[in-house]
């Protein structure tokens, strides 16, 4: 029975996408990705269409398991690729997002840019059937804003971490800062592992690592998400900080989640990268934020302070291999250009001719954004609005110059 139950739900799965297949998208990489999911599933259903009841009960069992497990793999997978047919997606901004993916992680990497029914932007990276194919949402509510584009920076991290391996760079200096850190406040750590000898506490001490394992996974986490923060401010520098504020501050309610740095500790990261980069810092950035507590036991808390102390000491390395993965970014030696596509947003309100990168037009309408003078005597019914379509038309520029020949990113 559980086989016939495999094979019916396969089938079921494999008539929805033959019908999504008949959407309209507007690029091929979406399309690409149901058909390596569809080539999957035929395979899967074939090969359960050739087992009988003689077949060992074991493999019959695994070949259900497998097809089961696939079937939750994929299926918010192809959501998230039907998504990107809908017309809330900036489209505009597909194209050099893509060769900004291609830039990092190869000429043969494919992008899906969707929309998300969930608040923080998303992506799906090391996905086993889409090797080479990063993904990438925005809450579906904003994810026609140009504006907070610098965000899909960070989730473009997350690939590029995962790429370039870099965890392994970071782990056992993590691990070794979370021992030494644990060693240095023992009369804290052994209030909660009054077994544990001190002496016994090293990276290399196996019976003792799971007293401090679970501050290093936290540390390991917030390291890549503080890479991405920094892969973000990199690419498109002040722009970043406000994107990130935009969506993020003050806080949520509830309890901080422990993957990721405080938010007070998170914009002082993102303040100390922009300034090491060479870009402005909107006034008061920190005090934006709020702060949340771990709501967990006393062990917990104190494991979270550890993992925000080994955090601490590799943020200027962190820096630095954002630096190093970026090179040099669109936004170097462009505030001029920035300071022209400002000006004729605001005197004419048309694209600007030959943008430089798609960094200089977002970072021109942020700071038109925060003018509250902007057209206020051109009788423009809604002001943001206006300012997201004249970014998205020059996105479109920037894309056609690019397509003549000229080097706009």
Not at 264 to 278: G, I, T
Not at 286 to 299: N, T
Not at 342 to 351: A, L, N, Q, S
Request: net charge negative; hydrophobic share 40%; glycine share 6%.
């Amino acid at each position: 029975m559980p086989l016939t139950y495999s094979r019916k739900r396969v089938a079921a799965f494999l008539n929805e996408l033959g019908t999504l297949e008949e959407l309209d998208f507007g690029y091929p990489h979406s399309r690409e990705a149901l058909e390596h999911i569809r080539t999957k599933f035929d395979t899967h259903l074939g090969y359960m269409n050739g087992l009988t009841p003689d077949h060992d009960p074991d493999t019959v069992r695994s070949a259900c398991t497998s097809t089961l497990t696939s079937l939750f793999t994929y299926l918010p997978l192809v959501g998230f690729i039907v998504r990107s047919t809908e017309s809330r997606n900036a489209f505009e901004v597909y194209a050099p997002l893509l060769r900004l993916a291609q830039r990092f992680l190869g000429s043969n990497t494919k992008l899906v840019l969707s929309s998300e029914w969930d608040y923080s932007p998303y992506t799906y990276f090391a996905v086993p059937l889409l090797p080479n194919f990063v993904f990438i949402g925005l809450p579906a509510p904003e994810s026609s804003n140009p504006l907070l584009i610098p965000l899909a920076g960070h989730e473009l991290g997350h690939s590029i971490w995962h790429d370039r391996g870099l965890a392994g760079m970071y782990s056992s200096r993590i691990d070794d800062h979370v021992a030494t850190t644990i060693k240095d406040g023992w009369d804290e750590c052994a209030k909660f592992f009054p077994n544990i000898h001190k002496d016994t506490i090293s990276n290399d001490f196996r019976t003792t690592r799971w007293t401090w394992s679970q501050a290093s996974t936290w540390a390991a986490q917030q390291t890549e998400e503080t890479f991405c923060d920094f892969v973000g401010v990199r690419l498109f520098g002040e722009a970043y900080l406000h994107s990130f504020a935009y969506l993020f501050a003050p806080s949520q309610e509830g309890s901080r989640p422990p993957g990721y740095p405080s938010m007070k500790a998170r914009a002082q990261n993102l303040m100390k990268a922009a300034k090491d980069y060479l870009f402005g810092v909107p006034d008061e950035y920190r005090d934006k934020f709020d702060d949340l507590e771990l709501d967990g036991e006393q062990r917990e808390t104190f494991l979270l302070s550890v993992a925000d102390k080994a955090l601490g000491s590799v943020v200027d390395d962190l820096i630095e291999s954002a630096r190093e993965v970026v090179g040099d970014g669109a936004l170097d030696g462009a505030d001029d250009d920035i300071k022209r596509i400002e000006k004729t947003f605001r005197d004419w309100m048309v694209p600007a001719n030959k943008p430089k990168s798609l960094a200089c037009i977002i970072n021109a309408a942020w700071n038109l954004f925060h003018d509250d003078e902007l057209w206020k005597d051109n009788n423009v019914d809604d002001r943001d609005r206006a300012l997201q379509e004249l970014v998205l038309k020059n996105i479109e520029v920037l894309e056609i110059d690019h397509r003549l020949g000229g080097t706009g990113l």
